[in-house]
């Protein structure tokens, strides 16, 4: 296997470490200072004592374990979690330094760390490797209730004893550890929810609640362990939708004869509208429960189980339209009438008129989705001698989603003038048009001439790791290593996806009136000056009108694939402490791991949409992974932290399918196309270096500044090549090819490039400044980080040249005040503009140019005090997203202009939350 110099020198340099060190002459750990008076050191045990409680207790925890870690890492503490609740674990997440959330349908979901989107990053629970209920590793991380978690570490550098980390970083969720309290706890809450957008349609809701409750004890003197916790969210999420589909001067290139009466020539002009409102309503139901047994010094086992069941149902209401030049409905072209125009930037673009000849589509959709989630796994230790200790850990992890979408199509049999008026900024446009709500003129039918009446898309997924890790762990009485790990992860992952696609027809292609009895009253698109549209359970119709068919396109084939992969990680890690100088000690580690890789995937080779066999393709490679961690402590809290490694992330799993299509040019000189996946890819490597310096001032306070630069030595990018299609027959009513080469379009790998950035980041209690301040207190980051990898060089096309997730500036607020039992926190995080990965058209993945968001979120809570009747219960009232934050999108102009206009403009309201926390 080849390795850069860099690696190979690193990798040396470890293993000299390790043998070397164990060879040296022990020496006596040096003892505590005896000049030290007993006052002094009773002065010290007392300030020890010194406790906070709530979220200073919090923060002040999370400092403590980032200030004790060997690697560069961010935590966040049981009573951050606990204490003031978020939605999930993505939103606590998002507020570290130099980690930002990326918000799907309104809610944090996936979590991008230094400017890498959620594929980089690596999520372990308890240690070990998580599967996803999305369609490739990253994992949605609102499935995790916050309620359940205990404790997370974000690991920003590699530690040779990790395993399953990423490229970006390491996310470990916790769970708790019931021996590690002294008594029994048992709390419960509950809070009311409700949305400042209220009911936007009639079969919306606007209102929900959560529920948990905690239980941990221990048992036979405190040699026996137990904890359950479980939480309900019900949760709803209103939507109102807005969007551009694209923008063009279409006298600019030569497309073909498509004039349109009236359009100003060269101007831009919007192609394609869409307006709608769809109400969520989320139901999660997380379970946790761990057993611990410490009979003695010797022995310790643990068995934590995880289960959640995620459900959304998700109703659509809307209308779109195609405005361009191609579109000829019954009446003919589209035209414009009245059309005025405004410069920008120089260039003229039609801002309102009358389009002509339109013929809308009403929308009614219902999507429904099933995640099931399970996790397990049993760790014993066992204490061979007092220096000697062996670890066994068992686990398995399983994801399952169930999915549909249903579309159905509805509007008037006649053509449509539309009244418009455009913003070439963010925000709502304005249209006005007849009345789509009308029972009696609105007709079930295709008004676009899609081809098909409806379509249903029914999926089904199933993510799977099991995993066996065994590992011996050896102290020294060196003075330099103190310990040595050495171990084995074997790790076998199966990842499946089936998706069928039918079309739904109306006997006779026949338009048809709704029955009155299946319909909703109207909902409302005024926001976009739309008026209202018609509505109806589309389910309830689908079964009355429709005839259902299934029809599958290649790339409705190409969903379908089986992906396996077979790890198996040995590693070896010696920890380090020793003292460099009289005034400065060094901590950290140094290690290795050695990772073979077999992976391979099963799927459809068809062709014109035909199938014709399943292929199973694969490959194998090793890498060698030497990493370096040192922690140089120069006393009164200074801190200078250290790290190189190599690192590696596999590609997204949905990149490695073996499914594939590919046809026949139709004219000369009939050459084979195609495009699928590629099971064959290896993984994104590259070189990192960390280099941190902290200055911890206190319980609670530090200012840290982080440097870091990745070496992309490998990227995956969408590339075209030379391929033999033997393995594929021509259609015989098809034109003969000139010869079995031709070219495909698949992942590959190719050259790298850079990620780099810093990262300012602090945490002060107001007592650092005047005692006059005690109880409040402040949480501040920014991270700016730049790349030069460009994921598609083949494309020119302005804004696609960052890699996806990349934010350049993200930035976290947080103001707090605790004291006398009265909490309140406000909270804002930012993110500029970026590249993001979204759900697209029949569940494909598209890129969107994301705009930057800041949101913003209050939680004031009050607990009542010990000598209180009602000590243990706290109240808390929350807002979530303060401000009414868009997601906004933009679209590069598509004839070369630069110019980039409004895309998606979508407002998901306020959340109120009001409850209780009360501890037994």
Known sequence: MLRTPIAHHLATACCIAILSAAQAQAQQVPEADSSATEAEQEGAKTLD??????????????????????????????????????????????????????????????????????????????????????????????????????????????????VGQGLSGTVDLQAIRPLDLSERRVVFSGQGEYNSLGKVSADAKDKGYRASASYVDQFADHTIGVALGFARLNSPFQEQHYKSWWWADLDAVDWGDAPQAGRPANAIAQEGTEAWVKSRQLQRDGLMGVFEFKPNDSLHSTLDVYYSKFEQDEVMHGLMWNNDAWFTGPAGPISYSNAQTSLVNGYPVITSGTLNNVQPVVRNDSNHREDRLFSAGWNTQYKLTDATTLTADLSYSRARRQQSTLELYAGPLGPQSIDF??????????????????????????????????????????????????????????????????????NKRTKQKISSVYFAFLPGDTPVLVDPSLLYAPTSLDFAGMGDVLSFNPTAVLDQYYDVVLSESNDDLRKDFIVEEKVNTYFVRANIDMDLTDRIRVRGNAGMQYITTDQSSTGFNAENAAVVGSQTLGT???????????????????????????????????????????????????????????????????????????????????????????????????????????????????????????????????????????????????TLISDALDGWGTQLNASYTASSIDPDPNDNTPGTDTIPGLSKIVANATLFYEKYGFGARISQRYRSAYRGEY??????????????????????????????????????????????????????????????????????????????????
């Open 49 to 162: 004592r010194v406790k906070v409680t709530g979220i200073r207790a919090a923060i002040a925890n999370a400092v403590e374990k980032k200030n004790e870690a060997t690697s560069i890492v961010e935590t966040i503490s049981a009573e951050d979690l606990g204490k003031l609740p978020d939605v999930s674990i993505a939103d606590s997440l998002s507020r570290l330094p130099g980690l930002a959330t990326q918000r799907v349908d309104g809610r944090a979901q996936v979590i991008n760390i230094r400017g890498m989107s959620e594929q980089f990053a690596g999520t372990l629970l308890n240690g070990r490797e998580q599967v996803s209920t999305g369609d490739s590793r990253g994992v949605e991380f609102d499935q995790y209730p916050s309620e359940l978690i205990n404790a997370v570490t974000v690991y920003k550098t590699p530690d040779a004893a990790l």
């Open 620 to 766: 194998q490679y090793s890498d060698v992974l030497p990493s370096l961690n040192l922690v140089f402590d120069f006393g009164d809290g200074w801190l200078i932290r250290a790290s190189a490694a190599k690192v590696m992330m596999r590609p997204p799993i949905n990149y490695l399918s073996a499914a594939s299509a590919a046809g026949v040019s139709t004219t000369a000189p009939y050459l084979w196309s195609g495009s699928g996946g590629n099971p064959t890819l290896e993984p994104y490597r590259a070189m990192a270096f960390d280099l941190s310096f902290e200055k911890y001032l206190g319980q609670g306070s530090y200012v840290s500044l982080a440097l870091f630069r990745k070496n992309l030595e490998t990227y995956v990018y969408l590339q075209t090549l030379p391929w033999d299609f033997s393995a594929y027959t021509p259609d015989p009513d098809g034109p003969t090819p000139l010869s079995n080469m031709g070219t495909f379009s698949t992942w590959a790998n190719g050259t790298g490039g850079y990620m780099r950035g810093a990262e300012l980041s602090t945490s002060l209690f107001g």
């Open 421 to 490: 008026d455009l913003t070439t900024s963010p925000g709502f446009s304005q249209f006005s048009l007849g009345d789509m709500a009308d029972p009696n003129a609105i007709y079930l039918w295709d008004p676009e001439a899609w081809g098909h009446d409806g379509r249903l898309e029914i999926s089904e997924q199933e993510d799977t790791i099991k995993a066996a890790r065994f590992e011996f762990n050896h102290e020294l009485d060196n003075a330099v290593i103190r310990s040595v790990d050495a171990g084995v992860n074997f």
């Open 839 to 920: 759900s697209a058209l029949f569940g494909q993945r598209q890129y969107l140019n994301t705009m930057a968001e800041r949101t913003t979120d209050l939680q004031l809570s009050y607990a009542f005090g010990e000598q209180s009747k009602l000590k243990g219960l706290s109240l808390l009232f929350q807002v979530n997203n303060l401000t009414d934050e868009p997601f906004q999108t933009s679209i590069s102009e598509s004839t070369g202009t630069g110019l980039f206009f409004p895309g998606e403009y979508t407002l998901y309201g306020r959340q109120y939350l009001l409850g209780f926390r009360y501890e037994l």
